[in-house]
């Protein structure tokens, strides 16, 4: 299944727009970027390790050589991509129960549109604007971007107390190690494949 | 919230019945006419939802898989219908569920019927499904035994103590006393309000220091742990029956795990895929939302002998973080399938040959 | 800048697919099967590339026609969409391409319109850059590591929870000396590899430094 790679999920989506509606939509994105609470649940979310959207003018695809025809479209297109975990039904889910107010604000302009709850409309659309990857490379196939959060904390708790422990008492030692597994208890979950369709 | 029509609905649907025994008669199913005959006579005694004056002495219920469906002469757009993981069965979806492999063949009971917030998958017509739930059916051997020799080998070297350890791995002290209310010992008080004792969050204790975040009841039912006021967690609900068989052995004498011991689980919901077969697949056999990545549940995850499980801990002698490696097998599944319940009104449907799918 | 989000750079290349009917197999389907055939782990041409988290190659056919009343639309060419996510900045992963994965570029863009090859490298950066979109809203998750740093973290929490579980109710001098030991081997032991190795995936992460 090439959208998947280890723990990680590659969807494409495209939507056509008005041309009108594309400068509202940049508009919007331009809030996003400066106001951050959408940034926020999605960090909270904790499953998306990179994401992105792309507006294309109907004008605006790349015209390389005399030989390749114009473009001739009625429309500009948003495209989509995103690299999360879990599988496809758990993320569109998830965007429906608690993201739906921002999605709903991005997609909106999308010609047919139909909202992100109820959710079973709202993922029947998503079947007919995504399309599928052809090549996916995955640099830590075994690690969700929560293994990742949580393995920089570890690392740094651990690189702290190298340092710090250099000189101790056995006994001291105990002391700093007590606190560090206390710190990185939280932290230790093990990686390796996921669950089917994932 | 809806108005629920409790005479419609079987009552093992609404409600656990608290009594000290069960039998689960798993039946095969003769040809139409018969089957329709037997089941307009057990219409009369099945037992509903209604409220009872006195509690009757036993009572009577049913439900089918959708092979025992087929027996009725349903029409096939009916069959047709029902949601896709009904329709294959528990066997035919056993990869999703951690890739177990049933050993026993025989027949399970399982139905589920709830409510969402939208209407799930349900077969046509829809009064056939109505007041109808899906309950899935398992049946999990217990190898007690291995259990408890576990817990008395890594109890000597927790320092809270073998009983704080047991009650780290499920959420719960033996008596039921929840972790998070009463982090340091059992409390009865707790126990006897049954209201008191399921209303907690973990809000207060991220970190797990109370109720380790990879315990049993917190990955099942993370409350208000994945944050979002719930919003990811109350559409994966379900409601718990079952009973345990086999004999029981107490503490300290010896227990041999071949024999027959374990729970009968059952769990209904109104959509066994988006509901069971996710807490099962994503949050027992693996840990990713409960961020303990690849680790899985320590009572019902397919350990093989390897996999850890982290409880997390504080410089309190009495509450050290510790690690636990190399779990066995504590439960096996022995076997189980999808069931559907049906209401009464379906029940006399089926049993008078009166479906149309249109 | 939009394409960037703290040290990490999104990417979004749209190459045209040179259409030619003239040949038996068309470009698109040249390049479906090269890419279908690309090893997607350790050996992949981005495990050389290697300040790359995610990447993607998509042959895209069409636009989508969502339905009435939205009107039917429709390409005029097959377009390559290459989308990454790496450290660092644009040219010098550019220039890399071009000088690391040579035969990799090759294989994939000389289906697509205009691709200069990749000898001069300034003349591949400026094809790339005519074929660059813009990204509206980049969202990544960390953005303020390295993929070095990144491997590296995550060698270091497989090590050290294998410690600890390894470990329990060891204490005093015993501990002090065994945990020496065991960061001395951790600091020497061998980097996990970029794209994992598919071939040999097992249950659990192999411990790296055992």
């Known amino acids: 299944m090439t959208n998947i790679n280890g723990k990680a999920y590659a969807m494409n989506a495209i939507t056509p727009m008005k041309s009108w509606k594309t400068p509202i939509l940049k508009a919007f ?8 609470p959408l940034q926020k649940d999605l960090k909270n979310l904790s499953f998306i390790h990179f994401a992105r959207w792309v507006s294309v003018g109907r004008n605006s695809f790349p015209h390389l050589s005399e030989q390749q025809p114009r473009e001739d479209l009625k429309y500009d297109y948003l495209l989509f991509f995103s690299n999360f975990n879990g599988t496809w039904n758990q993320y569109i889910d998830a965007f429906s129960s608690v993201l739906y107010k921002g999605l709903d604000a991005v997609w909106i302009w999308s010609e047919k549109y139909p909202g992100s709850r109820p959710v079973t409309s709202f993922k029947r659309y998503i079947s007919l604007v995504q399309f599928d990857t052809d090549y996916y490379y995955n640099v830590y196939p075994h690690s969700a971007t929560n293994d990742v959060k949580a393995a920089l904390r570890v690392h740094d708790a651990l690189t702290a107390f190298a340092r710090n422990s250099q000189s101790l ?9 007590l606190e560090l597994k206390a710190t990185v208890a939280p932290d230790l979950g093990s990686t390796g494949i996921a669950p089917e369709g994932t | 919230m809806s108005k629920i029509d409790v005479s419609d609905i079987q009552g093992f649907a609404l409600k656990g019945y608290n009594f000290p025994y069960a039998r689960y008669l798993l039946l095969q199913l003769g040809e139409p006419e018969a089957a329709r005959a037997w089941l307009r006579e057990l219409l009369t005694v099945v037992t509903t939802g209604e409220r009872w004056d006195i509690k009757p002495a036993t009572t009577v219920n049913i439900a089918f898989t959708h092979k ?8 096939l757009a009916t069959l047709l219908s029902f949601p896709l993981e009904f329709q294959q069965g528990m066997k035919a979806r056993r990869q999703i569920l951690g890739g177990w492999e049933p050993l026993a063949t025989g027949e399970f009971l399982l139905g589920y ?48 103590g073998k009983e704080k350890l047991a009650a780290k791995f499920v959420g719960r002290w033996r008596d ?31 970190g797990g220091l109370r109720c380790p975040v990879g315990a049993h009841i917190r990955r099942v039912n993370p409350r208000d742990a994945s944050g979002f006021n719930g919003g990811l967690v109350n559409r994966r609900r379900i409601m718990r029956r079952g009973l345990p068989y086999g004999e029981y052995v107490p503490e300290g004498q010896p227990v041999n795990d071949r024999d027959e011991r374990g729970i009968v689980f059952m769990a209904l919901n109104a959509s066994i895929f988006r509901q069971f077969e996710f807490v099962q697949q994503q949050w027992i056999e693996y840990g990713n939302d409960a961020r303990q990545g690849n680790d899985k549940d320590f009572l019902l995850g397919n350990h093989g002998g390897q996999g850890r499980f982290v ?30 319940i049906p209401s009464l009104t379906a029940l006399a449907m089926i049993a008078t040959q009166n479906v149309d799918p249109r | 800048m939009s394409n960037v989000s703290g040290k990490t750079y999104g990417l979004t290349i749209l190459s045209p697919i040179i259409e030619d009917n003239r040949l038996d197999i068309c470009h698109s389907m040249q390049l479906r099967w090269y890419l279908s055939q690309l090893p997607r782990d350790c050996r992949s041409p981005f495990a050389q590339l290697s300040s790359t988290y995610l990447a ?9 026609f969502v339905g009435h009343p939205a009107a039917e639309d429709h390409l005029k060419s097959r377009y390559l969409i290459f989308e990454t996510n790496f450290d660092g900045d644009l040219d010098t992963y550019l220039q890399r391409m071009a000088t690391e994965t040579k035969e990799f570029v090759e294989a994939v863009w000389k289906h697509c319109v205009g691709f200069p090859g990749t000898n001069d490298v300034g003349a591949f950066i400026a094809y790339m850059k005519k074929c660059q979109l813009n990204t509206t809203f980049f969202f990544a998750d960390v953005n303020d590591q390295t993929v070095e740093s990144t491997l590296t973290a995550l060698k270091t929490q497989a090590a050290l929870a294998h410690f600890m579980e390894k470990h329990e109710g060891v ?3 015993e501990l002090q000396r065994a945990f020496g030991e065991f960061y001395q081997r951790l600091s020497k032991s061998p980097a996990l590899p970029r794209g994992g190795n598919q071939s040999r995936d097992i249950r659990q992460e192999k411990i790296p430094h055992e």
């Open chain 2, 176 to 206: 039921g006393t929840p972790l998070e209310l009463s982090p340091d010992q059992p409390d009865p008080a707790i126990v006897a309000n049954n209201q008191k004792n399921t209303d907690f969050t973990y809000g207060a204790d991220p």
């Open chain 3, 171 to 173: 204490a005093g001098a």
């Open chain 2, 68 to 75: 025992g469906f087929t027996q009725f002469d349903l029409p």
């Open chain 1, 169 to 177: 008492s056995p006994a001291e030692f105990g002391n700093a190690w």
């Open chain 2, 311 to 340: 409880i997390q801990g504080d410089t309190n002698p009495e509450n050290p973080p510790f690690l636990c490696g190399s779990l066995p097998n504590f439960v096996e599944l022995r076997g189980g399938d999808y069931f559907f």
């Open chain 2, 113 to 160: 019927a709830d409510e969402a917030g939208e209407l799930p998958v349900a077969p046509i017509p829809w009064l056939l499904g109505r007041n109808g739930t899906f309950m899935v059916y398992r049946k999990l051997h217990q190898n007690v035994g291995a259990f408890r020799n576990y817990l008395a080998a890594k109890g000597a070297q927790y320092s809270g």
């Open chain 1, 29 to 36: 994105f331009f809030i996003l970027g400066v106001v951050k």
């Open chain 3, 56 to 64: 993607r190659l998509v042959v895209m056919d069409d636009v989508v």
